[in-house]
C-alpha cells in the first residue's frame, strides 16, 4: 500500500469526525415551528400577526398571557423568542403577565 494513502488516512478520519459533529451538535439544537400571533383576545381569533416563526439556536416557541389582576385573561401572545424562560405574574402596570416556552416539538405553544 502507498505510504502516502497512509498517512493521509489519519487526516481523512479526522475530517469525517469533525464533519460529524458539526452535523451531531446540528440535530440537538433542532429547529422548530412556532405558531404566531401578536394579539389574541379572549374568546376570538388571532386578530394581528398570524402565521409561523421558525426558533433556531437560543430560541423556543413561546405563550404570553396578559392577566387582568382579578385573574380575567385579557391577552394572549405567540411567538419565537430569544433566551425564553418560564415566568409567572411578572407585574406590568394593572395586568400580570405569564410567559411558557417549549422547544418539544413543532408548534407546541399551540399546545399551552
Known amino acids: 500500500m502507498d505510504k502516502s494513502l497512509l498517512l493521509g488516512l ?7 469526525r469533525v464533519l460529524y459533529g458539526s452535523f451531531a451538535d446540528q440535530e440537538h439544537e433542532k429547529i422548530i415551528q412556532c405558531r404566531m400571533c401578536h394579539i389574541q383576545f ?18 423556543a416557541c413561546t405563550t404570553g398571557r396578559i392577566f387582568k389582576y382579578d ?10 423568542l430569544k433566551n425564553c424562560a418560564n415566568v409567572n405574574n411578572i407585574k406590568w402596570s394593572v395586568y400580570l403577565v405569564n410567559f411558557r416556552c417549549c422547544r418539544s416539538h413543532d408548534l407546541c405553544n399551540e399546545d399551552i
Not at 42 to 59: F, H, T
Not at 71 to 80: H, I, S, V
Open 42 to 59: 379572549p374568546r376570538q381569533k388571532c386578530s394581528r400577526g398570524r402565521g409561523l416563526c421558525i426558533a433556531v439556536k437560543e430560541e
Open 71 to 80: 385573574g380575567t385573561l385579557w391577552l394572549t401572545f405567540r411567538g419565537c
Open 10 to 16: 489519519p487526516v481523512l478520519l479526522c475530517c469525517f
